[in-house]
């Protein structure tokens, strides 16, 4: 270091980058030496050593994990992290055992796509793409305890992924106890006749084969023959997000076609009431909350069944998902969806008749043929497109329905705006109190009739009113009711006449767990030779990723929708077929070549850092409820705080509060939430630049001349956003680390501004940070000789004024993760000794102030303390306290008015009373000269605010 600065120019113990880099380095070996951040557990290989103790007061503090790509981290990345870092050392100070770690999600896309394009395995380039971003965060001198470092794909993790697959897999959701639990105990309810099977047969009445069918029916993980996204091109399904709304894949823009595959399906929906209700609990942002019940979307409604002559003369029910029973008066035709099945028994034999509307009929002369050229039109649109699009399209099935409260005939159609997979796949169409409905109908020429007293000439009319036009001779009269009644009127009607029921719908679906891909986990399942699912015993786990030599799966003709997937792991066929005995003497099976998507580890990934080591368990009882068990009755446990985006808002913190609730139900866990408190952070942005085509160029290469931006000569145009790959904008935090220190960098990104608000990075400002740590340092440590420069002494009252005001606040602050203001109050607290002691600063002001900046900059304030002649680390020295008595201002200062105006001000001791604030007033010669030679008639002293003397 002396070298250095001294080529600078710069006293030799001066605190800058080399100094920074050297003490950095230095403080870190240390920690890694001592695992100083090693967290014991009650039980197990991290349980405590010999003289080590467990605390019973404990924090766990997580992450969202990073998926380890290529390009590594930029300064945007390290946010939360570093932010979750200083509230996990706060936290040891105040004496609690922190759990902190951070592991990789390491299986996914990227990898494989590189992998298809090179040739390398993507087990090289994600282990490569580890050690890179593991450098890169060691550097900011995160306290993680890194024996619990996992990644997803290190098998001994993924075996335990797919050991609760396989316990999800033998589970059942049971609706009465509302709980999952073991399929065993199904089988045996099934047996003893105390429960029937699905479609209400005996059990013992089966064959085997059906006995395995109608137990496969209440698994919480089944095969279904589900619609999904195929898309040849890419040669694997795809999940909706990503494909866009003309229907073709997000990545290649190759077409994609909706088709009926056999998919493995995990039942989320059974625990739809549970995710919903269960939010209540959760310390989360309410914005967050709102999301999930959103994509829940539990809707309250009521199930209306109308009636229909079939096209084989029997009467046909259709039955329809409503929320508004209380509009069936102005429900004037039906509509279907396009693939229900319920179509082929309504659409009408022959020809339309003669007076049929021509815009009914879709060009054809019969509805079948109409219905059969609908349907290939509508294949390749999406969910979104469909349900968006203004311009409503149908065809009529030649047709009528009798609505069940007044018996009117309503033309039924078959539409696309109707999803298939809601509600029932029908709707009755309201079209004066439905935007959607109301479109149609004028596309149509459909009757409109108000039931709501509103306006129904140019739309719509969607807010609440009086009903109108709502009365039958049967005893339902809504006329004059507002909704809530009107819907209750009808439903109770409905039930009465035997015409619905209440129901409560919902728009989540099943979550789609297969992905035809290589590089995930594979499946804990074989197939028999007549293709029947097996799951295999836990002792037969992990079933590895066998290696390959092609990771693509097989290529398609992009157009050929007739085409079936085949997963890259289906060409390994010495890996797929294996001889097992499952019970039944060896025999060969077939594996499922399928891999699980890329949710599957993060779904539980809290539970290894607790046991990473564990070889007997996911995670052992002991060890989870003492980090995320209950608090209370009332708690529902979880890790204490969770810091990542809110991009995260839905499936990631879906799916796994799901898996966590059925591990909590079948007794695995004692916590029946993974998180219990999240916190959203906000984003660094940065400015971006593009050029003349729009296409984004080097952010670092752009120069600025006179409030104009050039790029290699070119001008562009700057604009601003999320710092990131895609707007090149990327600043790596190697850099500022290099030229500055971490503890800047950490300082820099802790002062930006509130946690959860987004901001702008400007590598500029970086040195305002590295300056307050300089003066830090010069305030304790002689920039000349190294020695420190500090005496015993007694604080002055100011002094301690000022030292306990800025423990209160810190600890505040730091509590709620308001790092901002703890920067700005260590500041004002360094420029208050600063100007006081030009000289050499007393101990008692600088000791707790080393250890105040010790959780934003851990580097510098372990050297400083150090160096104050302190053996110990400073981790876990007892964060300071403060005294009451120095928080309350002695004194005050009052204004004082005679007759009504504001004469003077008088400053007394914040306890005066009455007489003594108003004898110091008389005594300042300004107020004394305009009472002098008058009568003071009276004095009032407003304690704290003024004092108002009236003379005459
Ligand atoms: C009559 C009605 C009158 C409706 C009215 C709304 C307003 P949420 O709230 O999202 O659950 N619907 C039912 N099944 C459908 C399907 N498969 N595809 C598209 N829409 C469907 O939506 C429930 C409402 O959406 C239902 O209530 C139904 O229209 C429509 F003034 O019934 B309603």
């Known amino acids: 270091m002396t070298e250095a600065n001294q080529a600078n120019n710069q006293p030799s113990h001066r605190y800058g980058a080399p100094l920074a880099g050297e003490i950095e380095k230095k403080w870190r070996d240390f920690w890694a030496e001592n695992g100083t951040f090693h967290a014991p557990n009650p039980v197990g290989d991290l349980a405590p050593g010999a003289g080590e103790h467990l605390p019973e007061d404990k924090l766990f503090v997580q992450d969202m994990f990073p998926y380890p790509s290529g390009a590594g981290l930029h300064v945007g990345h390290p946010l939360g992290y570093i932010a979750t870092d200083v509230y996990a050392r706060y936290n040891r100070m105040l004496g609690k055992n922190v759990l902190h770690t951070l592991g990789y999600d390491a299986f996914g896309l990227p990898a494989e796509q590189y992998a298809i394009q090179t040739g390398t395995h993507p087990r090289t380039t994600t282990m490569a793409n580890i050690e890179n971003m593991r450098r890169q965060l060691d550097q900011l001198g995160l306290g993680h305890d890194e024996r619990r470092a996992v990644a997803t794909t290190d098998t001994e993790f993924y075996r335990w992924t797919q050991w609760i697959f396989l316990k999800i897999y033998n589970s059942w959701f049971d609706p009465d106890q509302q709980k999952a639990r073991p399929i065993a105990e199904l089988i045996d309810e099934l047996e003893s006749g105390a429960r029937r099977t699905a479609d209400g047969r005996t059990y013992s009445e089966l064959s085997d084969a059906e006995k395995r069918a109608a137990v496969d029916d209440f698994r919480l993980v089944y095969l279904s023959n589900s619609m999904v996204n195929w898309c040849p091109g890419l040669g694997t399904v795809l999940a909706n997000e990503e494909v866009t709304a003309e229907g073709r894949s997000e990545r290649g823009n190759f077409r994609v076609f909706r088709k009926k595959l056999s998919q493995w399906m995990m039942r989320i929906t059974a625990y739809a009431d549970r995710l919903v209700d269960d939010l209540e609990k959760l310390d989360w942002p309410e914005k967050v909350k709102t ?217 989540l679906r099943d979550w789609l767990f297969a992905r035809q891909r290589y590089w995930g986990e594979p499946f804990p399942i074989v197939y028999d030779a007549e293709g029947h699912p097996h799951s295999l015993p836990e002792d037969m786990l992990p079933v590895e990723l066998p290696e390959v030599e092609d990771y693509a799966p097989a290529a398609f003709d992009p157009e050929d929708a007739t085409s079936e997937p085949q997963p890259p792991l289906a060409k390994v066929t010495d890996w797929v077929e294996v001889e097992l005995d499952l019970g039944d003497g060896p025999q060969t099976y077939y594996r499922d070549t399928n891999v699980m998507p890329q949710w599957a580890g993060s779904s539980w990934y809290q539970l290894r850092y607790i046991d990473p080591t564990n070889k007997d368990a996911l995670v052992d009882i002991e060890n989870e409820r003492y980090w995320t068990g209950p608090q209370s009755e009332e708690d529902c446990g979880g890790v204490d705080l969770y810091v990542g985006g809110v991009e995260h808002a839905v499936l990631h913190l879906l799916y796994s509060r799901f898996w966590h609730k059925v591990l909590y139900d079948l007794g695995y866990v004692t916590s029946s939430e993974p998180y219990r408190r999240l916190y959203n952070q906000g984003y660094i942005q940065a400015y971006a630049y593009t050029d003349s085509r729009g296409v984004y160029v080097p952010a670092a290469e752009v120069e600025e001349r006179d409030g104009t931006f050039y790029y290699q000569g070119e001008e562009v145009t700057q604009e601003y956003g999320k710092m990131g790959k895609s707007l090149k904008n990327a600043v790596a935090p190697d850099d500022i680390v290099r030229d500055f220190g971490a503890d800047t960098l950490r300082v820099y990104e802790m002062s930006m501004g509130p946690l959860d608000t987004s901001r702008p990075w400007a590598t500029k400002d970086v040195v305002g940070a590295h300056r307050f740590l300089q003066r830090l340092w010069r305030l304790i440590i002689d920039e000349e000789t190294g020695e420190v420069y500090t005496r015993d002494a007694e604080l002055t009252d100011d002094d301690n004024k000022a030292l306990h005001r800025t423990i209160a606040g810190v600890r505040e602050d730091y509590a709620h993760l308001r790092d901002n203001t703890v920067v700005a109050k260590l500041i004002e607290y360094v420029n208050y000794l600063t100007k006081t002691y030009p000289g050499e600063v007393p101990l008692a002001a600088v000791e707790p102030l080393v250890i105040m900046v010790a959780p934003v900059a851990p580097h510098i304030a372990e050297e400083l303390w150090s160096r104050l002649g302190h053996d110990e680390t400073i981790t876990f020295v007892s964060f300071p306290t403060f005294e009451e008595k120095w928080l309350v201002d002695d004194e005050i200062t009052l204004p004082v008015q005679v007759n009504g105006k504001v004469r003077g001000r008088v400053t007394v001791p914040a306890d005066a009373d009455q007489d003594a604030v108003v004898d110091a007033a008389l005594a300042d010669s300004k107020i004394a000269s305009h009472v002098e030679g008058k009568d003071l008639v009276k004095k009032i002293v407003v304690p704290g605010r003024m004092v108002n003397l009236v003379v005459k």
């Open 291 to 507: 999301m999930q019940r959103n994509w829940i979307g539990r809707s309250q409604g009521a199930e209306v069944t109308f009636r229909a002559p079939g096209a084989d003369g029997t009467e046909v029910p259709i039955t329809v998902f409503t929320t508004r029973a209380d509009t069936l008066f102005g429900a004037t035709f039906m509509a279907v969806a396009p693939e229900a099945e319920l179509i082929d028994q309504l659409v009408a034999e022959g020809e339309y008749a003669a007076d049929v509307d021509k815009r009914w009929t879709y060009g054809a002369s019969s509805p079948r043929e109409a219905l059969a050229a609908y349907r290939r039109d509508i294949a390749a649109k999406s969910d979104v497109e469909r349900q968006e699009n203004k311009d409503k399209t149908g065809v009529f099935l030649g047709t009528y329905a009798t609505n069940p409260v007044n018996g009117a005939k309503v033309p039924i159609f078959a539409a696309d705006y109707v999803l298939a997979g809601y509600g029932t796949g029908a709707l009755m169409a309201v079209p004066a109190h439905d935007e959607r409905d109301y479109e149609f109908a004028r596309a149509f020429g459909l009757e409109i009739i108000p039931v709501l007293d509103g306006d129904v000439s140019e739309q719509a009319f969607i807010g609440d009113a009086e009903h109108i036009n709502s009365a039958n001779d049967a005893g339902l009269n809504l006329n004059g009711l507002g909704k809530q009644e009107a819907i209750e009127a009808t439903v109770d009607w409905l039930v009465v006449e035997g015409h619905g029921t209440g129901k409560v719908q919902y728009k």
